[in-house]
């Protein structure tokens, strides 16, 4: 029944390792995002996808990269993880224009 | 443009209101509220649209001045359910594509 479901909710790992963190919503919606919340509790928008299509993408270093193989679906895959990437991702998806977003539970990922 | 929240933290007792303000400095279509407690994701409260309609939560009012750029987030009665982080966001483009979001503000309820 979950609405936006995250895996995994936690991922330690070290640095320089490559790591993926998957989005599933069952929602319908046709917008999916990724927010990165560091330690200050600061929500950045990182990654906007719309039916498939990227539309927006933050600063945001290439080591990330979103996929999404259908509408229900945003994966994002971290290449050569560093200290700094260490934060809450919080997926989310929403219906249209003027709707609020159903966020995930997020994935706690500590690189040391 | 990240909107500003004031004030950083509000401590209440149970019972008591508290009113959280949030301003864009530039020209805003809609405001979202979120609330989120420790260790959970942000939960949708309200989104205020331009021309006054309000869509969300049935026990907490906000308002919204297109002209100023503002808005204000109204905790009446609180409960101790009501402590957590709120965040007010604001859309990147009129499209609404994605939100910027405030910095918070952290209520403590207590007993």
């Given at each position: ?21 998957k989005c599933e ?5 046709d917008?999916?995002?990724w927010?990165?919340q560091?330690s ?18 933050e ?25 700094g990437d ?6 989310a ?11 995930g539970?997020?994935?706690r990922?500590?690189?040391? | ?16 209101d508290?009113?959280?303000n ?16 420790h ?11 331009k ?35 709120y965040?007010?966001?604001?859309p990147?483009?009129q ?14 309820v207590?007993s």
């Amino acid at each position: 029944d979950t609405a936006v479901s995250q895996t995994p909710k936690y991922l330690v790992t070290q640095m320089g390792n490559d790591k993926s963190i998957k989005c599933e919503q069952n929602l319908g919606h046709d917008t999916m995002y990724w927010y990165k919340q560091d330690s200050k509790k600061f929500l950045k928008i990182m990654f906007s996808y719309n039916n498939k299509e990227l539309i927006i993408n933050e600063t945001v270093p290439n080591r990330f990269s979103p996929k999404s193989p259908d509408k229900a679906h945003l994966n994002l895959h971290i290449n050569s993880l560093e200290l700094g990437d260490s934060a809450v991702y919080f997926c989310a998806s929403k219906p249209g224009t003027d709707y609020g977003y159903t966020f995930g539970s997020g994935t706690r990922l500590t690189v040391v | 443009q990240q909107p500003v929240q004031s004030p950083q933290a509000v401590i209440l007792r149970e019972g008591e209101d508290a009113v959280i303000n949030c301003s864009s400095s530039k020209a805003l279509y809609s405001v979202h509220w979120y609330r989120q407690k420790h260790g959970e994701a942000p939960v949708f409260l309200m989104i205020l649209l331009k021309g006054g309609e309000q869509k969300g939560h049935d026990k907490i009012s906000a308002s919204f001045n297109e002209k100023k750029q503002q808005s204000s987030l109204y905790l009446t009665a609180s409960q101790l359910s009501y402590s957590g982080t709120y965040f007010c966001g604001t859309p990147t483009n009129q499209a609404g594509t994605a939100l910027i979001f405030g910095k918070g503000t952290t209520l403590s309820v207590s007993s």
